[in-house]
């Protein structure tokens, strides 16, 4: 069974006295159970528009989604029993962790304790058990935010931009915490993210939005294809160049010029040499493999 089914959707903003705003134009995905799902794209692509449909919050303008086999639409009751969203860090200001959770616990009708503790362990806010939501740090109230998304042991989890603007060390020590809990319980997770390389170190495979509709799909390896090249050499020059006498593919930026090739090690000693018999004076030499940001970059731009 497919965790996620979604055709054709459609997401048209009517506000009032405003312009609307068509946020997602003709979306169709698949997820399987158990996969991890990178949703990327630029601000405004549609991202958490995308995973608020997805999650039974906005109810599209056009198209049907499935999740775990049900009619989202149909069977809302029934598919939320099922799933969770974070989305944003909002959680009422003055409730200290504990007390928080145990609140959304009696939402889903969940008295056992030993959920909620266990979630404390798992995010590390033993801590914090008894400090109010607003005197956290932000990556403890993110943590606390995505305890709360595992409280009711989701078959499918949304996460929007789990890690924004959290600094490098909560961010990675959060994604371990997730990656460890959908382990344990083979949750299906859809996540949008900004972060390259976490969609990349997270994700078994991504989607490119833009402007409200999907542009590629994949693994991060065959994203990759979409550069046709597997690395870079990134050459600067003593000085500004107007063009140069090279075959391989290349971008040029007055004191520098980016080379793309399959075998960077390989491919170097050659252009170094076409340029110093070119008269061409090079100052210093950087190789570097595509990354998915390089594919964010292009697919961005040109399509
Ligand atoms: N409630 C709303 N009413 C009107 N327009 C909206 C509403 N919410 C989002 N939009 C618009 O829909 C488009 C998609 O927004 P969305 O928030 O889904 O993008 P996003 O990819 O999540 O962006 P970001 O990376 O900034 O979070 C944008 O043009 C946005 O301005
Ligand atoms: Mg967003």
Not at 89 to 105: I, S
Not at 189 to 213: P, Q, S, W, Y
Not at 235 to 244: A, C, G, T, W
């Amino acid at each position: 069974m497919k965790a996620v089914e979604c055709k054709n959707v459609w997401m048209i903003y009517r506000n009032f006295m405003e312009k609307s705003v068509t946020a997602l134009r003709g979306v169709s995905l698949d997820i399987e159970t158990g996969e991890i799902f990178g949703i990327l794209g630029p601000n405004g692509a549609g991202k958490t528009t995308l995973i608020s449909v997805l999650s039974t919050i906005l109810i599209p303008t056009k198209g049907d989604v499935r999740i775990l086999g049900m009619d989202a639409f149909k069977n809302t009751k029934k598919v939320r029993e099922l799933i969770n969203i974070s989305s944003g860090v909002r959680l009422p200001w003055g409730m200290k962790v504990y007390e928080c959770l145990r609140f959304y616990a009696l939402c889903y009708g969940i008295t056992d304790r030993s959920i909620i503790e266990k979630l404390i362990a798992d995010f590390e806010l033993e801590e914090y058990r008894n400090t109010r939501f607003d005197d956290l740090s932000a990556g403890n109230k993110q943590k606390l935010n995505l305890a709360r998304a595992f409280l009711n042991s989701p078959e499918v989890v949304f996460l929007d931009e789990p890690t924004a603007n959290l600094d490098p060390d909560i961010a990675r020590k959060i994604r371990e915490m997730i990656l460890q809990i959908i382990d344990r319980n083979d949750t299906t997770v859809i996540l949008t993210t900004h972060n390259m390389r976490e969609a990349e170190m997270l994700c078994e495979r991504i989607a490119f939005i833009r402007d409200g509709k999907i542009i590629a799909e994949g693994t991060a390896e065959e994203l990759k294809k979409f550069i046709k090249a597997n690395e870079r050499i990134i050459v600067r020059f003593k000085e500004p160049v107007k063009s140069l006498p090279i075959s391989v593919p290349y971008e040029l930026n007055g004191n520098s010029a980016i080379f793309y090739v399959d075998n960077a090690e390989k491919a170097t000693p050659k252009i170094v040499l076409e340029l110093s018999n070119a008269g061409i004076e090079v100052e210093s030499v950087k190789m570097e493999e595509i990354t998915l940001e390089d594919v964010f970059i292009e697919l961005s731009e040109n399509y």
